[in-house]
């Protein structure tokens, strides 16, 4: 079966010819799991990348959180392997308990578990597919450090929504407060753009055109140094995708903005909408 074929329920100008998404962190309240599993919902693919952080395993280790919107995303991403979709799992280091299965080549009900990939665009242009942790000094060197800017993360979250909860009370728009102060934050800035040049650099090195990855929650579409620096963002709050059109153009789609889904709604009503 050819899985770029709109399936039912699925949009025909939804069908693309790669689809790349990492760091939904399921298994955390900040996952927008309803807005994933719309999002696959209505897609359909050739291939799909997973390209890290799928599986929040430091958040569960520490508290199970469990929604069915969570089982909605699994079932939905099995069912595009089912229906053909190439499907490339990319652990990344909050998932990274699947990385101890990487020597053995596990594949599970179509769902290929690798360290890295290689995508080939329509036009030829080879694509290194990464989660891109490895090049994150404070993830690679600092494991402490970067499990407090975990909870720093996630404590930032909880404040975003007492803060727009208070914003839509005065009939203000969502509005990303734990964003903003990545953006604000020097230091992080230049830690951004230092993680840039180096995915971008280890792409060249190896004679790759271009590299996607996830990890730093931040989607982006830019030449660095000759080379194609794809961050395909996240499912937390930018809930982001990278997708290959069938004549080969890449574009970044916003979920959320394209389809005016609000972050005030309940978690519950896509899910309840789509049954």
């Known amino acids: ?54 599986i929040d395993g430091w958040r569960l280790r520490k508290s199970w959180y469990w929604d069915a919107a969570h089982d909605d995303v699994l079932r939905l991403i099995l069912q595009h392997a089912r229906r053909g979709a190439t499907v490339t799992y990319i652990p990344g280091n909050h998932d990274e308990m699947f990385r101890a299965w990487l020597p053995i ?20 242009r080879r694509l290194l597919v990464m989660h891109g942790d490895e090049f994150d000094s404070v993830v690679r060197y600092a494991k402490f450090l970067a499990l407090l800017g975990d909870w720093a993360y996630t404590a930032a979250l ?31 800035v ?49 809930c982001t995708a990278l997708v290959e059109h069938h004549d080969g153009r890449l574009e970044l789609i916003d979920w959320a903005d394209l389809n005016r889904l609000s972050f005030f709604a309940s978690r519950g009503a896509l899910t309840a909408q789509a049954a």
């Open 1 to 54: 079966m050819n899985a770029s074929a709109a399936a039912p329920g699925r949009d025909p100008a939804l069908s693309y010819r790669a689809i790349f998404i990492s760091d939904l962190h399921l298994g955390t309240r900040g996952c927008r799991s309803d807005f994933l599993a719309d999002f696959l919902r209505r897609v359909s693919c050739e291939q799909l990348y997973l390209v890290g952080d799928i």
């Open 105 to 124: 080549g596990l594949e599970v009900a179509g769902v290929k578990l690798c360290r890295e990939a290689e995508h080939t665009m329509v036009d030829g």
């Open 158 to 188: 909880v404040v975003n929504r007492w803060f727009n909860a208070a914003r839509r009370r005065l009939g203000y728009p969502y509005w990303s407060l734990s964003a903003w102060l990545k953006r604000q934050v020097k230091e992080a």
């Open 190 to 238: 230049k830690a951004i753009d230092r993680f840039e040049t180096a995915l971008a650099g280890e792409a060249r090195r190896r004679g790759f055109d271009g590299v996607v990855c996830g990890h730093i929650h931040q989607a982006e579409m830019r030449e660095v140094g000759g080379v194609l620096y794809l961050n395909d963002g996240d499912w937390v709050e930018s």
